[in-house]
């Protein structure tokens, strides 16, 4: 469980880093199927439930950029570790007794063209009755900052929430310019294989292009209180119901100010953040074209 100098932390600054949670033969076989799922996509030839997929993926070098939420429902390993102990009772010091999943996925950058994400926040994406929602990130390789580490605003989540729209569309990204960001600031959260990153769904964050020889690899779970509902809706409730993870439901959501943006009209172009952010205006992180071309 956290201590109270870790909520303090987290309440103040937006984010956690955990080191070494997930060890041993649980982090060997979270390694093992992540590597064998990605090997079958050769036999995939674009975008599906499953896999997003690096713009030079083929047949003969398969590239994945992500495993989409469709693994929590394919692969029991991936289902069982978003209720694992080791990470709820470390979730209850931020979110309270009652917790319940609303999505998750497993982002891939792979050596040397491994994908940046633009910055943004969660809460653009998905805002709820209260920001008592958070995000979870399992490293599954050591991760430093040449391979493209997570980073983070501090504090940035007791700001606005920005704009993530470009020529009227949601694009799931910000103009850092336009928006008077202090980049300066940003902080990498590193360590390990099998540590553990905590971000607050407010929090302003991203990852640049892995420029290294080696993969970097984050397993990411988004959790929200119980009492937090998605302002999107639900879906369906038996659904919504079966993704809590820790306690009880509740059917009165808590109501809370917070500044909210909806991710409306949708982004023109679906699927993930990955697609949604082609969209975007003005993109701060090198791409790998763009580094292939400069080359």
Known sequence: ??????????????????????????????????????????????????????????????????????????????????????????????????????????????????????????????????????????????????NGPLMVIPGSHHGPTYDHHADGRFCGALDPAANKIDLSKAVPLMGPAGSMTIHHVRLVHGSALNHSNRQRRLLLHEYAAADAWPLMGPGNFDDFNDKMVLGTSSVEPRISPAPVRMPLPAADHQGSIYENQRGAGRRFFETYEERSVAR
């Open 1 to 146: 469980m956290l201590t109270p100098q870790q909520i303090e932390t987290y309440r103040r600054d937006g984010y956690l880093v955990i080191p070494r949670l997930i060890q041993g033969e649980q982090l060997a076989e979270l390694r093992a199927l992540t590597d064998r799922i990605v090997s079958e996509a050769r036999g995939v030839a674009a975008n599906d439930d499953l896999y997003d997929l690096e713009a030079s993926h083929s047949a003969t070098l398969p590239r994945v950029r992500r495993l989409k939420p469709a693994i929590f429902k394919r692969f029991e390993f991936f289902r069982a570790l978003t209720r694992d102990p080791k990470i709820t009772s470390i979730l209850t010091g931020l979110l309270g007794p009652d917790i319940r999943l609303y999505g998750g996925k497993l982002n891939m950058k792979s050596a040397g063209y491994g994908a940046p994400v633009e910055w943004h926040q969660d809460w653009a994406f998905y805002p709820h009755t209260n920001d008592d929602v958070l995000a979870t990130g399992i490293y599954l390789d050591d991760c430093d900052a040449d």
